[in-house]
Nanobody
Framework: QGDLMESGGGSVETGGSLRLSCAIS????????MGWFRQASGKEREAVAS???????RYQDSVKGRFTISRDNTGDTLYLEMDSLKPEDTATYIC????????????????WGSGTQVTVSS
């Protein structure tokens, strides 16, 4: 079992919804910020959403208004609620813990999950 474990991926039709979860190892003590990245086949990994210690969030423009990042009160689980899904959202979604105030750059990532596949059909 890794430090970050994602779940909740799957296949949906356009307009559908999915909720991704990321369980965080109890051995990780310092978490400046957490985020979700995604990587589509043949494309570079990109940041999707970020949340800092105060709960402030940031989103990639293409998912604003459709995706919501959150975490539980204990800080043990990170979520990504995805609504109004589009075929272009198809990718492997990976949760991450960053050393910066915002988890928007792969160069700031300290821990990566293994990813969960999301497929949106038209």
């Amino acid at each position: 079992q890794g430090d970050l474990m994602e779940s909740g991926g799957g296949s949906v039709e356009t307009g559908g919804s999915l909720r991704l979860s990321c369980a965080i190892s109890k051995y990780i003590n310092r978490i400046p910020s957490m985020g979700w990245f995604r990587q589509a086949s043949g494309k570079e990994r990109e940041a999707v959403a970020s949340i800092d210690k105060s709960g402030r969030t940031r989103y990639q423009d293409s998912v604003k208004g459709r995706f919501t990042i959150s975490r539980d009160n204990t800080g043990d689980t990170l979520y990504l609620e995805m609504d109004s899904l589009k075929p272009e959202d198809t990718a492997t979604y990976i949760c991450a813990i960053c050393g910066d105030d915002y988890c928007v750059s792969r160069y700031a990532v300290h821990y990566w999950g293994s990813g969960t596949q999301v497929t949106v059909s038209s």
